[in-house]
């Protein structure tokens, strides 16, 4: 009975966000032993900019964030005594052409400046630095990008995956008693 318990959800609370933590820069055993050291050097840099940097965290919205996304960075940020990058993202408008493309795009940035407004009032409250970045494009090269870019980037929040009708988080269950050998 213990073992299903474990599989049940662990929510933070009333919190239903997901938290990715960045794999720190390593060096890899084929570039030190290979004759090409500049990827170890390269490493090494990295390595130095990760340890160098202030920690981050980059939050990830779709032009707006959720209440619970948005309370729970915040929180994670004065906790943890991090600055914020408010990070929305969105690829809607380029799956159009034209005249219909350039309004969706021009809608986009409106309606994150205007959404983001009252999150970064909150962020002056709690003494959170924020720093607010737009983007058209794919959400996962966005941040790749962006995680490349800032070696601080320690976290990354977004919003749950898969919602069911509810708004409550889907677990996969895996049927472990099943044997296919």
Known sequence: MAFLNWLKTRKNGKQDVRVVKLQEESIDMGSMASGHPAGAVAAISRMMDQKNSPTKILVVGNGAFSDKLGDYSLKMAQ???CAIVALNVTDAPLKSSGEKQEEQIALFYETAEKNIEQY??????????VVHIMEIGDQERAISQLSARDAGIRYVLTEPEHQNEEGRVQIPVFDLACSRL
């Open 79 to 81: 906790r943890l005594d």
């Open 120 to 129: 970064m009032n909150q962020a002056d409250v709690m003494g959170v630095e």
